[in-house]
């Protein structure tokens, strides 16, 4: 969809000059309209992020995830605020998707550092981390 398309760009160029409010009701705006694209809530979640809204970003970065299984920039996003938030198994978990789904790709070494981190924070989860979905919810 073209429009869709230019509107995001629109949007992220928002958020690029630091137009963060702006660029949240854009962001709001496109997921509302395209109820099934990705990359609306990629762009809320990467805003929480940056305002330090961590379950909030976790929770964009899923909702990315659930309409695109196969974005390794969702995926290796979300596991890197997974272990922020205490959550190392559940990111590591999210890692190796991410890791698969990069091989080769221009993301594989952004997803190889934060293999690293999640490495370096191996412990138990915390308690209220997301548990294990199973083999029914890996991405084809």
Same mark, same amino acid.
Do not use: K
């Given at each position: 969809?073209?429009?869709?398309?230019?509107?995001?760009? +629109? #949007?992220?160029? $928002?958020? #690029? %000059? &630091?137009? /963060?409010?702006? +660029?949240? =009701?854009?962001?709001?705006?496109?997921?509302? /309209?395209? !109820?099934?694209?990705?990359? @609306?809530? $990629?762009?809320? +979640?990467?805003?929480?992020?940056?305002?330090?809204? $961590?379950?909030?970003?976790?929770?964009?970065?899923?909702?990315?995830?659930?309409?695109? *299984?196969?974005?390794?920039? +969702?995926?290796?996003?979300?596991?890197? %605020? =997974?272990? %922020? $938030?205490?959550?190392?198994?559940? #990111?590591?978990?999210?890692?190796?998707?991410?890791?698969? =789904?990069?091989? &080769?790709?221009? /993301?594989?070494? #952004?997803?190889? %550092?934060?293999? /690293?981190?999640?490495?370096?924070?191996?412990? !138990?989860?915390?308690?209220?981390?997301?548990?294990? @979905? &199973? !083999?029914?919810?890996? *991405? !084809?």
């Amino acid at each position: 969809d073209p429009d869709f398309a230019r509107y995001m760009q +629109a #949007a992220a160029g $928002l958020e #690029a %000059v &630091g137009r /963060h409010e702006a +660029a949240l =009701l854009a962001y709001e705006t496109a997921a509302r /309209h395209w !109820p099934t694209e990705s990359m @609306p809530h $990629l762009g809320l +979640a990467n805003l929480a992020y940056a305002r330090g809204a $961590l379950a909030g970003a976790e929770q964009g970065f899923r909702s990315a995830i659930e309409r695109a *299984p196969g974005d390794a920039v +969702a995926r290796n996003n979300r596991a890197s %605020v =997974l272990l %922020v $938030l205490g959550c190392p198994v559940a #990111a590591r978990r999210e890692i190796e998707t991410a890791a698969t =789904l990069a091989d &080769g790709g221009p /993301h594989e070494a #952004a997803v190889a %550092v934060t293999r /690293h981190e999640i490495d370096a924070g191996i412990g !138990p989860d915390a308690p209220g981390c997301p548990p294990d @979905p &199973g !083999p029914a919810h890996s *991405p !084809p």
